[in-house]
């Protein structure tokens, strides 16, 4: 898959359990549903800077949801799980982090 890393990244994950894995140096990112393990690996170089040592991916089904008296579905997404060495790191703002920095 030769796209650009931010066609393959699309966000981090900020949840709660995502961000307490980040302290042993997990990192989660919603990536391209096309994205392979490798391509994900090169583009996380590319945008932080830092090689993984290990991706794990998940494809997340859609949740049914309601819209009136129709069922729907969220859209399907696919997760990506970072493993970096010990001493690196990456930066992921949390939003109450930005406002915070701004304030300063």
Known sequence: ???????????????EKAVDQQQINNYAFEVS????KISIMKAIHEKYNVWPI?????NVKGKMTRYGKTMGQTKNWKKAIVY???G????????GQEASKKNK
């Open 54 to 58: 290990q991706v794990n991916t998940v």
């Open 1 to 15: 898959m030769s796209y650009s890393y931010s066609k393959i990244i699309i966000k981090p994950i900020l949840t």
């Open 88 to 95: 690196d790191k990456i930066e992921l703002l949390l939003k």
């Open 84 to 86: 970096l060495k010990k």
């Open 33 to 36: 549903a096309r994205a392979d």
